[in-house]
């Protein structure tokens, strides 16, 4: 069984620009979630796809968007970065998207630093 | 959003028992308790989830108040390994949501050998 894979694992970019980050789901599981990490705090939720289409969204603004593909890989694009997108990108794949007994399996993520 | 409370950080002997505590008095009563712990450098890991009576795992025990509105995870002996932030979610159905994970800032737990 293949877990949650995310690449790259570390990227530093410069305020203004855009970046997309990429994440393989866990074998079977066909709904991906996102999530932001700033130091020192939980995650943060960010989207879900659910039969790649966004079916849940967090407090964040338009400029972060994603794209789930058929093979439930998944996307995370972010434009115009500043310099508080800075954290660890989480991304999170489960068998449904809505099942609350359902866990969620976690890549170990991307360090964005926005500089 | 239900929230929960959870102890700042606690500190424990290695091959000792481990209590973590974790207050949700707001809990709904379709509200499922989840623990996951984040090793450092690591996404969070899931640890175990339960609804109403304990449970237990490979990894873990989940010991849920009668009223559901505390719940203590249980380490029956800390090992190095299991140094880590421990996070007590509250997972829910809403329709926008979609049932995602809502984290605090979770319980650092130190093991010393």
């Known amino acids: 069984e293949t877990g949650v894979t995310q690449s790259p694992t570390h990227l530093i970019k410069t305020r203004g620009q855009q970046v997309t980050l990429r994440c393989s789901s866990q074998?079977?599981?066909?709904?991906v979630s996102w999530y932001q990490q700033a130091l020192g705090q939980g995650p943060q939720f960010i989207f879900q796809?659910?039969?790649?289409?966004?079916?849940g969204r967090g407090n964040f603004p338009p400029r972060f968007s994603g794209l789930q593909f058929p093979n439930y890989s998944s996307e995370l694009n972010v434009n115009a970065l500043e310099l508080d997108d800075s954290a660890l990108y989480l991304c999170a794949s489960s068998l449904d998207p809505g099942a609350r007994n359902s866990p969620l399996h976690f890549g170990n993520g991307t360090r964005l630093t926005v500089t | 959003d239900a929230k929960t409370t959870q102890p700042n950080s606690m500190e424990s002997n290695e091959e000792e028992p481990v209590h973590l505590p974790c207050n949700h008095s707001t809990i709904s009563g379709t509200d499922y308790i989840h623990w996951y712990r984040q090793l450092p450098s690591q996404g969070p890991e899931y640890v175990i989830h339960?609804?109403?009576s304990n449970v237990n795992n490979r990894m873990a025990s989940l010991a849920i108040a009668e009223d559901r509105k505390s719940s203590t995870l249980i380490l029956h002996r800390a090992t190095l390994r299991d140094a880590a932030v421990y996070y007590c979610i509250l997972r829910a159905f809403y329709g926008g949501s979609q049932g995602n994970l809502i984290f605090g800032k979770g319980t650092k737990l130190s093991v010393k050998p």
């Open positions: 074998s079977g599981h066909n709904t």
């Open positions: 339960g609804l109403t």
């Open positions: 796809y659910y039969r790649e289409e966004e079916n």
